[in-house]
């Protein structure tokens, strides 16, 4: 609640500022947004990136009515219609599955395009054998975060046409259930 709150009255701040100094808001381009990751997935902010992504902010600063007050020249050379986005996602995980579905959520939540970026993405390049060998082949996650992990592997292999051994996706599919009705 208290990130989805800070994330609201950010996105209100940055309205305003476009609405208020829109002659250098003009070199505002991106948002480059990051979080602690773990207890608070991207999806925390999808409302907050969608709203931002939506204003196309000169159209925004002129239905607004308001004087357009240029600082200097070098604020107005480049047209703004919308953000870029980098999202910093994937560096704080509690296992290897739960840093690739946060990059992927933020992904799918954030609506991210080509050419806009994920920050770091430890995730992504982590040695598995090496990483759990460091952890003594244990982790700790709650239950929840568990039963979202194996969801969404079993959803993604399908999704992507990663085979499964009909054991192992079995075992997955109990092993959701369980979670589920605890």
Same mark, same amino acid.
């Given at each position: 609640y208290i990130s989805r709150e800070n994330a609201r009255k950010m996105t209100f701040a940055l309205k305003n500022f476009y609405r208020f100094y829109s002659g250098c808001s003009r070199r505002v381009f991106g948002i480059d947004a990051c979080s602690h990751e773990i207890g608070c997935r991207p999806e925390v902010f999808a409302t907050e990136f969608r709203c931002l992504r939506k204003l196309n902010m000169h159209s925004f600063v002129n239905s607004m009515k308001m004087p357009v007050y240029e600082f200097n020249n070098s604020c107005t050379n480049?047209?703004?219609s919308g953000f870029s986005v980098t999202?910093?996602?994937?560096? #704080?995980f509690l296992g290897l599955c739960d840093g690739l579905r946060a990059i992927d959520e933020a992904i799918s939540f954030l609506g991210l395009k080509r050419g806009e970026r994920v920050g770091h993405a430890l995730a992504l390049g982590t040695d598995a054998a090496k990483y759990y060998e460091l952890k003594r082949w244990t982790i700790h996650i709650r239950k929840q975060d @568990? @039963? #979202?992990n194996y969801v969404w592997v079993l959803y993604k292999t399908i999704e992507w046409g990663i085979e499964l051994s009909p054991e192992f996706r079995e075992n997955l599919r109990t092993r959701a259930k369980m979670l589920l009705l605890e």
């Open positions: 480049k047209k703004n999202y910093h996602v994937g560096e #704080d @568990l @039963l #979202d």
